[in-house]
């Protein structure tokens, strides 16, 4: 003889009851979860190819990031940047806008032309290589960044355009436009401490980047001295000298 099945009635005030208590137990764990995660502090020091000591300002930023390390000592790729997003480097004024930007691994960044004549903006470097070719006021030509590195952003018709596409594989990064940078909610664990400054010299960033243990709690990462070199001048994508334009050029 099979049970008897008993029909249950559940009121719609034990379902609201039910739905907010499984709500409320979801808060608490993503709270819980939130505040075991760090403010990591990184006190920054500039040196000028002349000596002379300053601080990241805005004209001339650090960028910090914190790139997770797995239990083997190798990048966790595990964590996600944040794909999928998308950005802009202006051209206006015979400049870039902004001047750095940096983007999570996986975006995608547009470059509009918003000047009455042609731009060719082009990057040969160890980030993202590519040449978009010339085109005209108005249009817009769109790059993935799928790996982390550094671009140096030119337009093969106007030198005094340059710019810097930072790509990182972390969604734990800051631009810091004075002595220290802050890094918030970073989760407890191990992480490699990577910096980057225009014109710094590699041997500093190198000797700047360190394993950092970050627990509950603020963490303090100590202190970072980058070392700059005189600004080089770059070659168009030939890696020839610019021409002269001449007076009444569409350029």
Known sequence: MSPRCRTVKISRRSLQVLFTGLLMGNSLVRSASAQMNADVTIHLTVRAADGKSRIPSAN?????WLSPLGADGETDLTVKPGTGRSFQM???????????????TGSLVGFPNRDPFFHNVFSLFNGRRFDLGLYETGAT????????????????????????ILSVATPYFAVAAQASAQL???????YLLKVWA????????EKASRRIKVGQGNTDAGAVDIALQPPQQHTDKFGKPYARHPEGSPY
Do not use: W
Request: proline share 12%.
């Open 60 to 64: 001339a930023p650090v960028v910090v």
């Open 90 to 104: 202006v051209q206006k004024d015979k400049m870039f806008q902004p001047h750095l930007l940096v983007v999570p």
């Open 141 to 164: 030509h769109s790059v993935p960044f799928n790996r982390e590195g550094v671009s140096y952003i030119f337009c093969n018709i106007h030198p005094e355009m340059g710019a810097v």
């Open 184 to 190: 918030h909610h970073v989760p407890p664990g191990t």
């Open 198 to 205: 225009e014109d710094a010299a590699e041997a500093s960033l």
